[in-house]
């Protein structure tokens, strides 16, 4: 089949997508399940880890620097915590 047209490749430019402020994305009740890991020397479970890494590290610091938080993620437990599954907090707070 021959086409009386020429047919051209069109580029289609994406329009850019949104971020959402880091505050609206971060939802420390994802969290939970590192409680006891946090506040004792309980290890992490499985679900505490994947949690965890699923956190962006502005979301962590967040929380680090939140009066209310930072008593429970600001601490050696919760370091000794994303140290054990992989996900380190960040430093740059």
Not at 3 to 19: D, G, N, Q, T, Y
């Amino acid at each position: 089949m021959v086409s009386l047209f020429p047919v051209e490749a069109v580029e289609v430019a994406e329009a850019p997508v949104a971020e959402a402020p880091v505050a609206e994305s971060c939802n420390v009740m994802e969290l939970v399940p590192c409680a006891d890991a946090f506040t004792s020397i309980t290890p992490p479970s499985p679900e505490c880890c994947q949690r965890l890494k699923e956190q962006p590290p502005p979301c962590i610091c967040l929380y680090m620097n939140d009066p209310t938080l930072k008593g429970f993620i600001n601490t050696p437990n919760a370091k000794m915590v994303s140290d054990t599954c992989g996900s380190p907090m960040p430093n740059n707070c």
